[in-house]
């Protein structure tokens, strides 16, 4: 069977919506453009727009679930537009209107976390997981080994990766790792498995937790699902490209 592209998926605002791309342009060395442009600092966090941070520097899904349940979508002007199913839309610019996404998301923050105070914005750097410029990949045949193993149907969303394949057999990908791959036109090495939090036990649709993910997970022993990836070799990426080891 042939391994194909079928979701692309980046996060304009970390842990702050998602949104389906139909292809992308990757950089060698960068993360997935528009991908985690912008991370909401808490108000017990130093991160500021020098550089870096790690995830526990800011308002994420698996400290505040509510989080799960928004979706994305930039727009021509640059803006982004942020929907959830008990929020009105709201449309802001990350950089000049913070403080209207701080008060958007309030509703939806637990009381006993530490609260978010300010958005975040490295230049030329994405903030995601890794302290490294990453791209995550999926294999949708683990992503449908979870579901199987809990019974029920489960959305991709969860995993909040940004590039999925499928023809892979349940955790192939696995044997992936230190190796690269060409996806489309682009070539992305292998780093290292995601290891997943709390944040995927929550619902997309609603932002509520209703699945025990991790601990599915530790049926194969571990808690890991997906990959971190370099792009080593900028180029196109779409819906329905093959994907082959090299």
Same mark, same amino acid.
């Given at each position: 069977?042939?391994?194909?592209? +079928? !979701? ?6 970390? $842990?702050?919506? %998602? ?8 950089? &060698? ?11 909401? &600092? ?5 991160? /500021?727009? $020098?550089?870096? $941070?790690? *995830?526990?520097?800011? $308002? ?8 799960? !349940?928004?979706?994305?979508? #930039?727009?021509? /002007? ?7 199913? =008990? ?36 230049? @030329?750097? !994405?903030?995601?997981? +890794? ?12 992503? %449908? &080994?979870? &579901?199987?193993?809990?019974? #029920? /149907? ?42 997943? *939090? ?16 991790? @601990?599915?997970?530790?049926?194969? =022993?571990?808690?890991?699902? @997906? ?12 819906? =329905? /490209? ?5």
């Amino acid at each position: 069977m042939t391994i194909r592209v +079928t !979701g692309l998926w980046r996060h304009p605002i970390k $842990s702050h919506g %998602r949104e389906a791309l139909e292809q992308v342009t990757l950089s &060698a060395g960068q993360t997935m453009p528009g991908d985690r442009v912008w991370a909401v &600092a808490h108000e017990a966090s130093k991160a /500021d727009d $020098s550089a870096w $941070s790690p *995830c526990a520097s800011f $308002s994420i899904g698996a400290k505040a679930p509510g989080l799960m !349940g928004i979706d994305a979508r #930039t727009n021509a /002007d640059g803006t982004v537009t942020l929907s959830h199913p =008990g929020l009105a839309d709201l449309t802001l610019n990350p950089d000049t209107e913070g403080d209207r996404l701080i008060d958007w998301t309030r509703a939806i923050m637990p009381p006993d976390r530490a609260a978010s105070a300010r958005i975040v914005r490295v230049p @030329g750097r !994405g903030m995601t997981d +890794t302290d490294y410029p990453s791209v995550s990949l999926g294999n949708m045949a683990s992503h %449908r &080994a979870v &579901a199987d193993k809990l019974g #029920t /149907d489960l959305s991709e969303k969860r995993w909040r990766l940004n590039l999925w394949i499928d023809g892979l057999d349940p955790w192939a990908e696995f044997d992936w790792i230190g190796r690269e791959v060409e996806i489309g036109t682009a070539v992305l090495t292998l780093r290292e498995p995601v290891r997943r *939090c709390m944040a995927t036990t929550a619902n997309p649709a609603t932002g509520q937790r209703d699945a025990d993910t991790l @601990g599915a997970l530790n049926n194969w =022993g571990h808690q890991n699902l @997906g990959l971190y990836a370099v792009v080593t070799r900028g180029g196109s990426v779409a819906i =329905g /490209d093959p994907a082959r080891l090299l």
